[in-house]
């Protein structure tokens, strides 16, 4: 009787042990973060990285307002006047919702700043982080 009941102990443990052992998940666990932020997160560094802290020329009136954390689910960025900060927008890089479609207008677009803006947004959106196009 004792060893019945000994094996019965034994045996689930064994079945408690083995249940608290986690298997290999075969797919990815989801970071939680929609296809837009994902997307402007990859084209606001690349953007800070090669326009702002490289201290491009091209670049040096402005400064760069984040609003990635936006709740509106249309994260984005903005270039400012350097000196005015709380200034009209004069760029705007935004995506929204689950696609990872960067879209980018603003008075900058119309200027001959706009080409290479647009790009650079391109470069970085397709996942090439580099500062300039190689030929």
Known sequence: MIK???????AAAGF?????QSSPKST????GKSAALLAMEQVAISAHKCWIASKDPA?????????????SGQPRFLLVPAKHYGGKPLLVVQAQGNSSHVDVFGPL?????????????ARWQAGNPACAATA
């Open 109 to 121: 677009m119309n200027d001959p700043l706009g080409a290479r803006i647009s790009s650079d947004v």
């Open 59 to 71: 670049f040096k009136q402005y400064q760069m307002a984040n609003e990635l954390n936006s709740f």
């Open 28 to 31: 990815p666990v989801p970071s």
């Open 4 to 10: 019945t009941r000994t094996i019965a102990i034994v």
């Open 16 to 20: 408690a042990l083995a249940s608290c």
